[in-house]
């Protein structure tokens, strides 16, 4: 894409959005561009149709997938080359929405109880404490809780917005002893790498896993909602 790339890059940064919606954007349009193997200036709603068909029909693409990629190519569209979008000609595909998994207060209890690990019952119960997202849990920092306001920091939240929610005892005490066994420095919740913080799909692991040895057999969706 050469300096249509840059342009792109650019427009996201004013839009002000996260670093990971542009990597992820910029990713899409460089597949959409591969794909047909033309400049993207030459192409329009026909080759825009047919990619995102085949993302569907052949590729067998998640619903997360399909709309990131419709949303990157509507932008470099719509922001970058400033032309018109028929949502009526381009229609975006229907999502079908998961319910997260619900627990009642005792089955919070079960869960946590089931696991042996400290560092995974603690983001569980940070994460049914606060109502967090996985994204958001995965990503808090150690400076993001205030035990003694019994709050926690929620950085760049759904809306890129900075919100504050609740903490609640017994997940600021489990937070205490994990704390003082793990030592993180920057993430609350690292990987291996400490630089890293701990992936989604390794926290969802862990909850699948806590449910199966709770004897818990609700399955209606993903932990912590959308990211």
Known sequence: MGALYDRMKMDLELKNLSRKTITCYLAWMVNFVRHHGRSPVEMGEEEIRRYLHYLITEKKASQSSINQAYSAIKFFHEVTLGRPWNAMRIPRSKQHKKL????????????????????????????????????????LRVSDIDGKRMVILVRQAKGNKDRYTVLGEGARELLRLYYKAYRPVEWLFPSKDPAKPISGSSVQKVFKEALHKAGIRKNQGALGGSP
């Open 100 to 139: 997260p998994v619900v627990l009642c207060r005792e089955e919070v209890k079960s869960l946590l109880s089931s696991l042996d690990n400290l560092k995974h019952r603690a983001i569980l119960s940070t994460i049914y404490s606060g109502g967090l997202r996985l994204a958001e849990a995965t990503h």
